[in-house]
């Protein structure tokens, strides 16, 4: 079985930063593309950011400029490096990973880190 375990969440004032890590964990031969998504009370998840196993990256517009994601693949682990942060960033945040145990890949996701932005 597969695991996604994440860490890094904390409370932080506006301005500030936080660094959240995924790391997967089992039986693994090829992850491919790994993304951060969020879910703010009474809202729906939405992406937050994504790195293909090419390294190409896309953000969603309210983080662009202020949120970087990298992985390490040695590791097997997503980073999402988050400056400059906002109230409006408070959620809590899960590590997704497409990931190719056998011969087909599945949707794994993290047990998600709470993150709170005060004013």
């Known amino acids: 079985q597969v695991q996604l375990v994440e860490s890094g969440g904390g409370s932080v004032q506006a301005g500030g930063s936080l660094r959240l890590s995924c790391a997967a964990s089992?039986?693994?031969?090829?992850?491919?593309?790994m993304s951060w998504y969020r879910q703010a009370p009474g809202k729906q998840r939405e992406l937050v950011a994504a790195?293909?196993?090419?390294?190409?990256?896309n953000y969603a517009d309210s983080v662009k400029g202020r949120f970087t994601i990298s992985r390490t693949d040695a590791k097997n682990t997503v980073y999402l490096q988050m400056n400059s942060l906002k109230p409006e960033d408070t959620a809590i945040y899960y590590c997704?990973?497409?990931?190719?145990?056998?011969?087909?890949?599945?949707?794994?996701w993290g047990q998600g880190t709470q993150v709170t932005v005060s004013s």
């Open positions: 089992g039986r693994i031969k090829t992850i491919n593309t």
């Open positions: 790195v293909t196993s090419g390294g190409s990256t």
């Open positions: 997704n990973a497409d990931i190719v145990q056998w011969f087909t890949s599945s949707q794994y």
